[in-house]
């Protein structure tokens, strides 16, 4: 599975098919009577009716596939229902949509009745938001948490559950390395097939971030970014020799360093790097005297604290 890459998103409990969540704990009643529409029964979760669903959010299945299955499988990425699905998710970090990443991979004739899809950030970062969409077979179930997450995946699944892992930063780390758990929450279709549990509450610190500590910082000295300019196209860009100032801007995997010294303003230019973990570490994305970070793929809330 591909795991989530980001802005951290979190969540105060689940809600399937309501998305109805609120910020406070209220034990589920025992014996409670089940709504018919599809909802979450969890501890320190309240069940709320699902709201109307949107056009293309259910479809007859036929020949006994389910209503997400196309091209011989139980749930096509690009099927109509699941397009619905994204489309009732909003926006995510730059305003654009959410994309099926993946989803349950099995061949009609074999389908769980717990069906799954992973829908991702396009052109995201590490802790860019996810979200795990569910599906029955007559259709759209709703999202395992209100709001997405970040470092989200989905690590198992059988005929009537889903096992979804969460990670979250903890104290210093950067946003590419979270060292928080790994947590694995499993969803279980109840009997009358709308009804979603989890067997256990959702990390705190997924569902309130503030409860993991002290904000990550971004780990990175002027050093190191020299080293990640050399041989670069962007460093043969610079005034030569090439000098960063010690101020540093950082959030997440993102830095912005400034060429230059505060005397020389004629070459002071901005120099936009990134943390690529599969790339080996932090890498020169652009420089400019006035870099527009959201354009070249930085998230709006890290643009607005380093780049200016």
Request: glycine share 12%; aromatic share 4%.
């Amino acid at each position: 599975m591909k795991r989530i890459v980001g802005i951290i998103a979190a969540v105060a409990a689940v809600a399937l098919a309501t998305a109805c969540q609120d910020g406070g704990s209220t034990p589920a009643t025992s014996g409670a009577s089940v709504p018919s529409s599809a909802t979450v029964t969890a501890p320190g979760t309240v069940q709320s009716p699902a709201p109307q669903q949107s056009p293309g959010a259910t479809q007859p299945a036929g020949d006994g596939a389910p209503a997400t299955a196309g091209n011989g499988r139980c749930v096509d990425l690009k099927s109509a229902v699941v397009t619905a699905a994204l489309g009732r998710l909003g926006s995510g970090v730059g305003g654009d949509g959410y994309y099926a990443d993946s989803g349950t991979d099995a061949a009609v004739g074999s389908c769980p009745a717990l069906l799954w899809v992973l829908a991702g950030t396009p052109h995201g970062t590490a802790s860019s938001p996810w979200h795990v969409m569910l599906f029955n077979h007559a259709g759209y179930l709703g999202t395992a948490t209100k709001k997405s997450t970040s470092y989200t995946q989905v690590v198992g699944s059988s005929d009537r559950s889903v096992q979804v892992q969460y990670r979250w930063l903890a104290g210093q780390d950067a946003s590419c390395c979270p060292s928080g758990g790994p947590v694995t929450v499993t969803l279980t279709l109840g009997a009358d097939d709308h009804t979603v549990t989890p067997d256990r509450d959702f990390p705190a610190e997924v569902t309130d971030p503030s409860s993991a500590g002290t904000p990550p910082v971004c780990p990175v000295t002027k050093s190191v970014l020299l080293q990640a300019l050399h041989g670069t196209d962007i460093e043969s860009r610079l005034a030569q020799p090439v000098e960063l100032e010690d101020r540093i801007d950082c959030s997440g995997d993102w830095a912005m360093a400034h060429s230059g010294t505060h005397n020389n303003t004629v070459n002071r230019a901005q120099v936009l790097f990134h943390y690529v973990a599969a790339e080996g570490g932090w890498k020169p994305v652009n420089l400019g005297s006035a870099l527009h970070c959201t354009e070249i793929g930085v998230p709006a809330d890290v643009a607005d604290k380093i780049c200016h």
